[in-house]
């Protein structure tokens, strides 16, 4: 899942971030809300964490902005009011839920994780191929019965590869998808998740599911 943090307070913002991406979310930020509505525009989003008041243009004109094009993203806002019209106005906006900040982190969380659960009625949670099983929400994948245990980045790819099973997927769209940036991660790191999940879900087991398709990408073939 990936998740947009617009917010100008910098603790605030690096607080989420870290606690989101511990979560296994990917995570982008912005400090203003201009460049918050230009990265919403641009990026493909499940899920906006919107502070009320920003710099250079405030929530509710990015909230505005966005529902005007029908962007599909779920909106959290953020605000330092407790007021009954601040949260009333974000709502007939088009924000999915109002925080009141300061907030436990656990109650974003929660908030977070109920919204995207919200907004994913057109992608269903139990996935499959052959005898391989994954429920996205449990996070909990089996291979001929048997329980896989995968690392955050190795769950991530392999989601992916299920939702588009069958077809091929690029290296650039996993990077976007799983990553979201690889500045500073070793140059194969991708190749390097992709044979450590094919040691847990084809060895030993038949068919072998996930394919590289040379020159191209990945390819999980659906039996």
Known sequence: MRLLVIEDEVKVARFIERGLREEGFAVETAGD????LVKAQNGDFDLIILDVMLPVRDGFSVLRELRAAQAPA????????DGVQD??????LGADDYLVKPFAFAELLARVRALLRRGAGDEPALLHAADLQMDARARRVTRGGQLVTLSQKEFGVLEHLLRRAG???TRAELA??????????P??????????????????FFPTLIQ?????????QKP
């Open 167 to 169: 077809s091929v997927v």
């Open 87 to 92: 949260r009333v106005h974000g709502l007939d």
């Open 33 to 36: 809300g201009e460049s918050g």
């Open 187 to 204: 140059s194969n790191v991708i190749e390097v998740t992709v044979y450590h999940l094919r040691e847990k879900i084809d060895r030993g």
């Open 176 to 185: 976007e998808k799983v990553w979201e940036d690889l500045q500073g991660t």
């Open 74 to 81: 779920r909106v959290l806002m953020l605000t330092a009011r």
């Open 212 to 220: 590289t398709v040379r020159g191209a990408g990945y390819l999980l």
